[in-house]
C-alpha cells in the first residue's frame, strides 16, 4: 500500500506495541499508528484519530477486547477489527469472528500481522465500492420511478407487439384505468377509439421498421376513447431491454390548446377589464380602414379619449372602485359606437373612437355629446364622482406615414385639449408643441451629425483585470458633442436614434469607429487591450449584421480577438434559437461576445447554458448598493459563481468604491469597470493612460489584529470609546452611520461589532440582522441606553446579536465583554480555513490620478 495508514492499537503492555508496530514496519506498511490502553483513550480515538484499522489486544486491565469491539460496531462499523492477543482459544477465537471481527493474530506470529491488515483494508475497501454501487443504482431506481409518478405527460412502455408493458400515473388517469386492467393489452386497445383502433395498429408497426423509423422526429395527434386529444412522441430503444421493452411513447394532452388560443388571441387583442378591443386590435382596424374607399365622402375622425383623476379616484376610494368607473365609461361610449370593432381601450385611462360623420359640423356636435355624457356623474361606493374627459381628434387619412404615427397625433392633440384649460378637445394639425419642435430639431441634428461625422466622439471606460491589476480591455461609450447643448450623454440621444430608426447607422459607426482606434493603438504598439462595442437590439437582429461585422473588421485591418460585442439579456431572447447561430458565427470569426446588463433582462439559464459568448456583465444596479445590501451581495455572489461554473468570465459595472471592489474580488469577479478605476474618456486620455503603462498593484494584505467596529452617532460616544480602548491593543474603526460601517466591514477583516441601537438610517438590530447576513462570523453587541426589547430579543433569538449591553458603560465590565467577544470570535476563526477574505484586493486611486484622470465622483460608472 502507498497510502499511509493510520492504525489504532489497543494495548496495554507497551514492549508488545512496540513488537507490534515493527512487525507492521517489516512488512513493508506505511502508517501512522496511536496507541490506546484503556477504554476512554479508546473512544477519544475512534472520534479524533478516525483509523483506517483496529488492532486490539483481547484482555487489558478493566477492559476487554470484545467491549472494545461492541464501541468499534456503534462508533465505527466500517473500520476493520483484528484482534492481536498472546493466546486465543478456539472457542474465544470463533466467538470473536461472530461478533464481528476481522481477524485474528497470535502475537508469536506476528508476521502473519502485515497481510491481515492489508487484506482487512483491500475488502473494507470493496465493501465500500459495493455499497456505493448499490446506492447509486437503488437512487437512480427511486428518481425514475418519481419521474414516472409525477410527470404530468403520459409515459407509455411498449414491447414489439404494441403491448403495454408500464403505464404512468398520468396515463392511468387520462384513461380512468388501473394497471391491472390495461397491462399486457395492445396500445390500440387502449388508447385509440373504436374507429381509430386499426390506424394506430398500422401507425405503430411503421415505427418498428427500424429501416424507416417514420415517427421518431414528428409528433402525432390522437384521440383518446374519453375524446381528449393528446400530442405523442416517440422513441425507439437502441435494443430491446431485460424486460421487452422497445418503444417508449410519451404524449401530452393538448384537449385546451384550441380553446387556449382563442383565450390568448382574446387576452393578446382585448382589454380584459372592459372587453374592448385594446391598442394592437385598433391599429389592425386602422389599417384596414386605410385601404378602404369612402363611397359616400364621409368624414372618418380618430377620437382618443382621455378620462382624468381616475387615479385620484382610486387612491379615494380603492382599485376596484376605479375599474368600475373604467367599465362605466366604456358602457356609455358603448351605447354612443355600438360596433365594438370601432371602440378600443389604448391606455389605463384613455379610450379610441372611429367616428364617421357627414361633415365637420357633425363632428363637432358628436364630440361635444360624447364629452357632456363622459362627464355625468359616476354613483359608485355610495357617492357621486364625475371624471373630466377631454378629446383629441385626427382625421383620416393624413400625413401620417402610418396608423401607429396616426394614433400618435391623436395623443398629440389629446394633451394639447388637456394642456389648455379653456378646451375640452383638440382637433390635431401639424402646428407641434414646443416639446415635440425640439424633439423633432434634435432628431434632425442627429441625421446631420450622422452624416458628418464630426459631432459624434467615443469615449473609452477602462477595464481592470482583477487577477493582476493591468487594463485589459475597454468599453467604447458614444458622446455627442452637440454646438448648441454641449456634450450629450447616450441617455439624450440613443432613445431617439432608436424610435426615429437611426440607431443601426449610428450602431454602425461606433463600431467602424472603435476598429479604427484599436487599430491605432496595436500600430503605435501600446499594451494590446480589447475593445468592447454595445450592439442594440435592432442591430443584432438585421438580417446584415455579419456583413457589417466584416466589412467593418476587414476594412479596418483590427485582429477580431480584440473586438467585444456586447448585448443585453433582451436582445438575445428575442429568438433565441437565431442568437445561438448568430453568436457561433460571431465566435467562428474571433470575436468575444458579453452579455450586458446581466441580470436585469429575462435570465433564461436554459439559453444562457447554449449561448457561446464569453462574459456575463454583472449590471451596476446590484453593484451599487453591494456593501449595505444582503440581496444585492448575495446576487453578485452568486452571477459570479454561476459564470464561473459556466466558464464565463464576469465584468462587473460600475464599481465606484472601495468596499464595492474588495467584495468583487473575494467573490472571484474577474474584471471590474466603473468610476473607482476610471471614468469614461476620450481617446487621446486613454492613449496617454496605455503610454504611461499605469498598472493597480493590490496593496498587501493586512495581517490579523483584533479589529473592533464601534457604530455610534454621537461624536462624544466615539471619545470616549477611542480613549477607553486607547492603550489596550485593540484596532477601532469608528463609523457613524449603517452605511459607513459597511464599507468599512468590506475592506476590513473586522472581529467584534458594536452598535448603538438608535442611529438613523438603520436601528441597531437592523444593521446587525443585516450584518449577519453578510458576515456571519462577527461577533455583534449592542451597546445603547435605549432598550427595545421586544426587537432585541428577537435579533438575540435569531443569532443576529451575541451580547446587549447598557449605556452608560462600566470600564472594566465593557472591557470584559469585549475580551470574551474576541476571544469567541478567534476560537471560531482557529476553527475555519483563513480566509482574509473581505480584504481582498485593494487599489491605489493615486494611480489613476497620476494618470490624469479624474478621482470618482459619486456617480453612474457611464
Same mark, same amino acid.
Given at each position: 500500500?502507498?497510502?499511509?495508514?493510520?492504525?489504532?492499537?489497543?494495548?496495554? @503492555?507497551?514492549?508488545?506495541?512496540?513488537?507490534?508496530?515493527?512487525?507492521?514496519?517489516?512488512?513493508?506498511?506505511?502508517?501512522?499508528?496511536?496507541?490506546?490502553?484503556?477504554?476512554?483513550?479508546?473512544?477519544?480515538?475512534?472520534?479524533?484519530?478516525?483509523?483506517?484499522?483496529?488492532?486490539?489486544?483481547?484482555?487489558?486491565?478493566?477492559?476487554?477486547?470484545?467491549?472494545?469491539?461492541?464501541?468499534?460496531?456503534?462508533?465505527?462499523?466500517?473500520?476493520?477489527?483484528?484482534?492481536?492477543?498472546?493466546?486465543?482459544?478456539?472457542?474465544?477465537?470463533?466467538?470473536?469472528?461472530?461478533?464481528?471481527?476481522?481477524?485474528?493474530?497470535?502475537?508469536?506470529?506476528?508476521?502473519?500481522?502485515?497481510?491481515?491488515?492489508?487484506?482487512?483494508?483491500?475488502?473494507?475497501?470493496?465493501?465500500?465500492?459495493?455499497?456505493?454501487?448499490?446506492?447509486?443504482?437503488?437512487?437512480?431506481?427511486?428518481?425514475?420511478?418519481?419521474?414516472?409518478? %409525477?410527470?404530468?405527460?403520459?409515459?407509455?412502455?411498449?414491447?414489439?407487439?404494441?403491448?403495454?408493458?408500464?403505464?404512468?400515473?398520468?396515463?392511468?388517469?387520462?384513461?380512468?384505468?388501473?394497471?391491472?386492467?390495461?397491462?399486457?393489452?395492445?396500445?390500440?386497445?387502449?388508447?385509440?377509439? =373504436?374507429?381509430?383502433?386499426?390506424? %394506430?395498429?398500422?401507425?405503430?408497426?411503421?415505427?418498428?421498421?427500424?429501416?424507416?423509423?417514420?415517427?421518431?422526429?414528428?409528433?402525432?395527434?390522437?384521440?383518446?376513447?374519453?375524446?381528449?386529444?393528446?400530442?405523442?412522441?416517440?422513441?425507439?430503444?437502441?435494443?430491446?431491454?431485460? &424486460?421487452?421493452?422497445?418503444?417508449?411513447?410519451?404524449?401530452?394532452?393538448?384537449?385546451?390548446?384550441?380553446?387556449?388560443?382563442?383565450?390568448?388571441?382574446?387576452?393578446?387583442?382585448?382589454?380584459?377589464?372592459?372587453?374592448?378591443?385594446?391598442?394592437? !386590435?385598433?391599429? =389592425?382596424?386602422?389599417?384596414?380602414?386605410?385601404?378602404?374607399?369612402?363611397?359616400?365622402?364621409?368624414?372618418?375622425? !380618430?377620437?382618443?379619449?382621455?378620462?382624468?383623476?381616475?387615479?385620484?379616484?382610486?387612491?379615494?376610494?380603492?382599485?376596484?372602485?376605479?375599474?368600475?368607473?373604467?367599465?362605466?365609461?366604456?358602457?356609455?361610449?358603448?351605447?354612443?359606437?355600438? &360596433?365594438?370593432?370601432?371602440?378600443?381601450? @389604448?391606455?389605463?385611462?384613455?379610450?379610441?373612437?372611429?367616428?364617421?360623420?357627414?361633415?365637420?359640423?357633425?363632428?363637432?356636435?358628436?364630440?361635444?355629446?360624447?364629452?357632456?355624457?363622459?362627464?355625468?356623474?359616476?354613483?359608485?361606493?355610495?357617492?357621486?364622482?364625475?371624471?373630466?374627459?377631454?378629446?383629441?381628434?385626427?382625421?383620416?387619412?393624413?400625413?401620417?406615414?402610418?396608423?401607429?404615427?396616426?394614433?400618435?397625433?391623436?395623443?398629440?392633440?389629446?394633451?394639447?385639449?388637456?394642456?389648455?384649460?379653456?378646451?375640452?378637445?383638440?382637433?390635431?394639425?401639424?402646428?407641434?408643441?414646443?416639446?415635440?419642435?425640439?424633439? !423633432?430639431? /434634435?432628431?434632425?441634428?442627429?441625421?446631420?451629425?450622422?452624416?458628418?461625422?464630426?459631432?459624434?466622439?467615443?469615449?473609452?471606460?477602462?477595464?481592470?483585470?482583477?487577477?493582476?491589476?493591468?487594463?485589459?480591455?475597454?468599453?467604447?461609450?458614444?458622446?455627442?458633442?452637440?454646438?448648441?447643448?454641449?456634450?450629450?450623454?447616450?441617455?439624450?440621444?440613443?432613445?431617439?436614434?432608436?424610435?426615429?430608426?437611426?440607431?443601426?447607422?449610428?450602431?454602425?459607426?461606433?463600431?467602424?469607429?472603435?476598429?479604427?482606434?484599436?487599430?491605432?493603438?496595436?500600430?503605435?504598439?501600446?499594451?494590446?487591450?480589447?475593445?468592447?462595442?454595445?450592439?442594440?437590439?435592432?442591430?443584432?437582429?438585421?438580417?446584415?449584421?455579419?456583413? %457589417? @461585422?466584416?466589412?467593418?473588421?476587414?476594412?479596418?485591418?483590427?485582429?477580431?480577438?480584440?473586438?467585444?460585442?456586447? /448585448?443585453?439579456?433582451?436582445?438575445?431572447?428575442?429568438?433565441?434559437?437565431?442568437?445561438?447561430?448568430?453568436?457561433?458565427?460571431?465566435?467562428?470569426?474571433?470575436?468575444?461576445?458579453?452579455?450586458?446588463?446581466?441580470?436585469?433582462?429575462?435570465?433564461?439559464?436554459?439559453?444562457?447554458?447554449?449561448?457561446?459568448?464569453?462574459?456575463?456583465?454583472?449590471?451596476?444596479?446590484? @453593484?451599487?448598493?453591494?456593501?449595505?445590501?444582503?440581496?444585492?451581495?448575495?446576487?453578485?455572489?452568486?452571477?459570479?459563481?454561476?459564470?464561473?461554473?459556466?466558464?464565463?468570465?464576469?465584468?462587473?459595472? $460600475?464599481?465606484?468604491?472601495?468596499?464595492?471592489?474588495?467584495?468583487?474580488?473575494?467573490?472571484?469577479?474577474?474584471?471590474?469597470?466603473?468610476?473607482?478605476? $476610471?471614468?469614461?474618456?476620450?481617446?487621446?486620455?486613454?492613449?496617454?493612460?496605455?503610454?504611461?503603462?499605469?498598472?493597480?498593484?493590490?496593496?498587501?494584505?493586512?495581517?490579523?489584529?483584533?479589529?473592533?467596529?464601534?457604530?455610534?452617532?454621537?461624536?462624544?460616544?466615539?471619545?470616549?470609546?477611542?480613549?477607553?480602548?486607547?492603550?489596550?491593543?485593540?484596532?477601532?474603526?469608528?463609523?457613524?452611520?449603517?452605511?459607513?460601517?459597511?464599507? /468599512?466591514?468590506?475592506?476590513?477583516?473586522?472581529?467584534?461589532? !458594536?452598535?448603538? =441601537?438608535?442611529?438613523?438610517?438603520?436601528?441597531?438590530?437592523?444593521?446587525?440582522?443585516?450584518?449577519?447576513?453578510?458576515?456571519?462570523?462577527?461577533?455583534?453587541?449592542?451597546?445603547?441606553?435605549? %432598550?427595545?426589547?421586544?426587537?432585541?430579543?428577537?435579533?438575540?433569538?435569531?443569532?443576529?446579536?451575541?451580547?446587549?449591553?447598557?449605556?452608560?458603560?462600566?470600564?472594566?465590565?465593557?472591557?470584559?465583554?469585549?475580551?470574551?467577544?474576541?476571544?469567541?470570535?478567534?476560537?471560531?476563526?482557529?476553527?475555519?480555513?483563513?480566509? $482574509?477574505?473581505?480584504?481582498?484586493?485593494?487599489?491605489?486611486?493615486?494611480?489613476?490620478?497620476?494618470?490624469?484622470?479624474?478621482?470618482?465622483?459619486?456617480?453612474?460608472?457611464?
Amino acid at each position: 500500500m502507498n497510502t499511509e495508514l493510520r492504525i489504532l492499537l489497543l494495548e496495554d @503492555v507497551a514492549t508488545d506495541a512496540e513488537l507490534t508496530a515493527l512487525a507492521l514496519s517489516e512488512g513493508g506498511l506505511q502508517f501512522a499508528l496511536r496507541r490506546a490502553s484503556g477504554a476512554a483513550d479508546y473512544v477519544a480515538a475512534l472520534s479524533d484519530f478516525r483509523p483506517d484499522v483496529i488492532l486490539a489486544d483481547y484482555t487489558l486491565p478493566g477492559f476487554d477486547g470484545l467491549t472494545a469491539l461492541t464501541l468499534r460496531d456503534r462508533l465505527s462499523p466500517d473500520v476493520p477489527f483484528i484482534f492481536v492477543t498472546g493466546s486465543l482459544g478456539e472457542e474465544r477465537a470463533i466467538e470473536a469472528l461472530k461478533a464481528g471481527a476481522t481477524d485474528y493474530i497470535l502475537k508469536d506470529r506476528l508476521a502473519r500481522l502485515p497481510a491481515a491488515v492489508e487484506r482487512a483494508i483491500s475488502e473494507r475497501d470493496a465493501r465500500r465500492e459495493k455499497s456505493a454501487i448499490a446506492g447509486a443504482l437503488d437512487a437512480e431506481r427511486r428518481f425514475l420511478e418519481a419521474v414516472l409518478a %409525477t410527470c404530468n405527460a403520459l409515459i407509455v412502455a411498449l414491447d414489439g407487439q404494441g403491448r403495454l408493458l408500464r403505464v404512468n400515473r398520468s396515463a392511468l388517469t387520462a384513461l380512468g384505468e388501473t394497471d391491472a386492467h390495461i397491462l399486457g393489452r395492445y396500445y390500440w386497445e387502449v388508447f385509440a377509439p =373504436q374507429e381509430d383502433i386499426d390506424m %394506430t395498429r398500422c401507425m405503430y408497426q411503421r415505427f418498428l421498421d427500424r429501416n424507416n423509423p417514420v415517427l421518431t422526429q414528428r409528433p402525432w395527434r390522437a384521440r383518446l376513447p374519453s375524446g381528449q386529444v393528446v400530442l405523442w412522441s416517440a422513441s425507439l430503444l437502441a435494443s430491446p431491454g431485460a &424486460d421487452g421493452c422497445e418503444a417508449i411513447l410519451a404524449g401530452i394532452d393538448v384537449t385546451d390548446q384550441e380553446a387556449a388560443e382563442q383565450r390568448a388571441y382574446v387576452l393578446k387583442h382585448y382589454d380584459i377589464l372592459t372587453g374592448l378591443p385594446n391598442r394592437e !386590435l385598433l391599429l =389592425q382596424q386602422l389599417q384596414r380602414r386605410s385601404t378602404q374607399s369612402d363611397p359616400l365622402n364621409h368624414i372618418q375622425a !380618430l377620437l382618443l379619449i382621455g378620462l382624468d383623476r381616475l387615479q385620484h379616484a382610486r387612491d379615494s376610494l380603492d382599485v376596484d372602485s376605479g375599474d368600475v368607473l373604467l367599465i362605466e365609461a366604456a358602457r356609455r361610449l358603448r351605447g354612443w359606437q355600438p &360596433d365594438d370593432m370601432r371602440l378600443a381601450r @389604448v391606455s389605463d385611462a384613455s379610450f379610441a373612437l372611429l367616428l364617421e360623420v357627414a361633415d365637420e359640423k357633425d363632428l363637432s356636435e358628436h364630440v361635444q355629446r360624447i364629452l357632456d355624457h363622459l362627464r355625468q356623474p359616476y354613483s359608485i361606493a355610495g357617492q357621486q364622482l364625475s371624471l373630466p374627459a377631454y378629446i383629441g381628434v385626427t382625421l383620416l387619412p393624413n400625413e401620417a406615414a402610418d396608423t401607429a404615427a396616426l394614433l400618435q397625433t391623436a395623443e398629440a392633440a389629446l394633451h394639447q385639449a388637456i394642456n389648455e384649460q379653456n378646451k375640452s378637445y383638440e382637433l390635431y394639425t401639424p402646428r407641434l408643441s414646443s416639446q415635440a419642435r425640439e424633439r !423633432l430639431a /434634435l432628431e434632425s441634428d442627429l441625421r446631420m451629425a450622422l452624416n458628418q461625422g464630426t459631432q459624434l466622439e467615443l469615449f473609452y471606460q477602462p477595464q481592470i483585470d482583477l487577477a493582476n491589476g493591468r487594463m485589459t480591455g475597454v468599453e467604447s461609450l458614444i458622446r455627442w458633442r452637440h454646438p448648441l447643448h454641449g456634450l450629450l450623454s447616450p441617455a439624450r440621444f440613443i432613445s431617439l436614434a432608436e424610435q426615429s430608426g437611426l440607431i443601426s447607422p449610428l450602431g454602425d459607426w461606433v463600431l467602424q469607429t472603435a476598429c479604427l482606434q484599436g487599430l491605432s493603438w496595436e500600430r503605435a504598439g501600446l499594451p494590446p487591450i480589447t475593445i468592447a462595442v454595445n450592439l442594440s437590439a435592432r442591430q443584432f437582429n438585421e438580417p446584415r449584421l455579419m456583413a %457589417t @461585422v466584416q466589412a467593418v473588421l476587414e476594412a479596418s485591418g483590427l485582429d477580431p480577438h480584440r473586438l467585444e460585442l456586447e /448585448l443585453t439579456e433582451s436582445a438575445t431572447m428575442q429568438d433565441p434559437e437565431k442568437t445561438i447561430a448568430i453568436l457561433r458565427q460571431l465566435r467562428e470569426l474571433g470575436i468575444q461576445v458579453a452579455i450586458d446588463d446581466f441580470g436585469t433582462g429575462y435570465s433564461n439559464f436554459n439559453y444562457l447554458k447554449r449561448f457561446p459568448v464569453d462574459k456575463l456583465k454583472l449590471d451596476q444596479s446590484f @453593484v451599487s448598493e453591494l456593501t449595505a445590501d444582503p440581496d444585492d451581495l448575495a446576487i453578485s455572489r452568486a452571477v459570479i459563481a454561476m459564470a464561473h461554473q459556466l466558464r464565463l468570465g464576469v465584468v462587473a459595472e $460600475g464599481v465606484e468604491t472601495e468596499g464595492q471592489l474588495a467584495l468583487l474580488a473575494a467573490a472571484g469577479c474577474d474584471t471590474i469597470q466603473g468610476y473607482y478605476v $476610471g471614468r469614461p474618456m476620450p481617446a487621446v486620455d486613454l492613449t496617454q493612460l496605455l503610454q504611461n503603462g499605469v498598472n493597480l498593484p493590490p496593496e498587501k494584505r493586512r495581517g490579523y489584529s483584533r479589529t473592533l467596529l464601534f457604530v455610534d452617532d454621537e461624536i462624544n460616544t466615539l471619545s470616549a470609546m477611542r480613549r477607553l480602548l486607547r492603550s489596550t491593543g485593540y484596532q477601532l474603526l469608528a463609523a457613524n452611520s449603517a452605511r459607513q460601517a459597511f464599507e /468599512l466591514l468590506a475592506t476590513h477583516e473586522v472581529g467584534v461589532i !458594536l452598535a448603538d =441601537q438608535r442611529m438613523p438610517e438603520l436601528n441597531g438590530t437592523e444593521f446587525l440582522n443585516r450584518v449577519k447576513d453578510m458576515y456571519p462570523d462577527t461577533i455583534r453587541m449592542v451597546l445603547s441606553g435605549y %432598550t427595545d426589547l421586544r426587537s432585541i430579543t428577537e435579533a438575540i433569538n435569531r443569532g443576529a446579536i451575541y451580547k446587549f449591553l447598557t449605556k452608560p458603560w462600566d470600564d472594566e465590565e465593557l472591557l470584559k465583554a469585549l475580551a470574551e467577544a474576541f476571544d469567541k470570535f478567534e476560537a471560531d476563526r482557529s476553527r475555519r480555513a483563513p480566509i $482574509g477574505a473581505e480584504m481582498a484586493r485593494q487599489w491605489n486611486p493615486t494611480a489613476l490620478a497620476a494618470a490624469a484622470i479624474d478621482p470618482p465622483p459619486p456617480s453612474s460608472s457611464r
